[in-house]
């Protein structure tokens, strides 16, 4: 069955440190997108890419940073952590069509920044 | 601009209840999709529904049922006879035709009492 996986589910780090969180498909997803939830603020999309090579900043980029050398991944990274960036990570993707598809979204990931 | 509303921020309810969760949504786009999503106290987000803009028809799906009403932007989420499974948070979201981003409220959390 296809699926989206994150990697690691639970991750501690210190401020200043690059961290680096995998998000991998085999939906053949077109569309990725990382998300960050915090409570009140629902989930903040982060970055996302439409295919291989494309990438945009969503309504919270500062910080972080995406590339896309394949189909099936989108990795993001934290240049230099953050207190402020403790936050669960959540990864989706969908497909293209006629209709705007669903995202299906990873397990996510729990960051804390110490 | 676009943007959506979950005003209740956490419901309790009784077992075998109905409750209805509030979403309204602002776009000045003519097509749209909207969707709800759960997440259960293990975290994972799951898709429960997506409507069109040009579809104003209610659904019904087994205690779940989905009021879309245009003229009031609001796409209501209502469970009937509720059960302690049903314990969760509920997002709404707004996709755009002219992008494949979501925008999600800030969610609901539902807790049902035995």
């Known amino acids: 069955d296809a699926e989206i996986t994150q990697s690691p589910r639970h991750k501690i780090t210190e401020t200043g440190r690059q961290v680096t969180l995998a998000c991998h498909q085999t939906?053949?997803?077109?569309?990725m997108f990382w998300y960050r939830q915090d409570l009140g603020h629902g989930l903040r999309l982060i970055h996302y890419?439409?295919?291989?090579?494309?990438?945009n900043k969503g309504e919270v980029s500062d910080g972080y940073s995406v590339s896309r050398s394949n189909t099936e991944d989108l990795p993001l990274t934290l240049e230099s952590a953050a207190s402020s960036q403790t936050s669960v990570y959540f990864c989706?993707?969908?497909?293209?069509?006629?209709?705007?598809?669903?995202?299906?979204f990873g397990p996510g990931t729990r960051l804390t920044v110490l | 601009a676009q943007k959506v509303t979950q005003a209740q921020t956490e419901i309790s309810v009784v077992e075998k209840e109905d409750v209805t969760l509030d979403c309204v949504y602002e776009?000045?786009?003519?097509?749209?999709?909207l969707f709800w999503y759960k997440q259960p106290p293990s975290g994972e987000l799951v898709f429960l529904i997506r409507?069109?803009?040009?579809?104003?028809q209610n659904e019904i799906s087994g205690r779940y049922s989905w009021n879309f009403q245009k003229s009031t932007s609001s796409f209501n989420f209502t469970i009937t006879a509720s059960q302690v499974v049903d314990s969760a948070v509920y997002f709404c979201?707004?996709?755009?035709?002219?992008?494949?981003?979501?925008?999600f409220g800030s969610g609901t959390r539902l807790l049902v009492r035995p």
């Open positions: 890419s439409y295919g291989v090579h494309d990438t």
């Open positions: 989706a993707s969908s497909g293209t069509g006629v209709l705007f598809n669903e995202q299906f």
């Open positions: 776009t000045r786009d003519t097509t749209y999709y």
């Open positions: 939906w053949n997803h077109n569309n």
């Open positions: 409507r069109n803009s040009f579809d104003e």
């Open positions: 979201a707004l996709g755009m035709d002219s992008s494949y981003k979501l925008i």
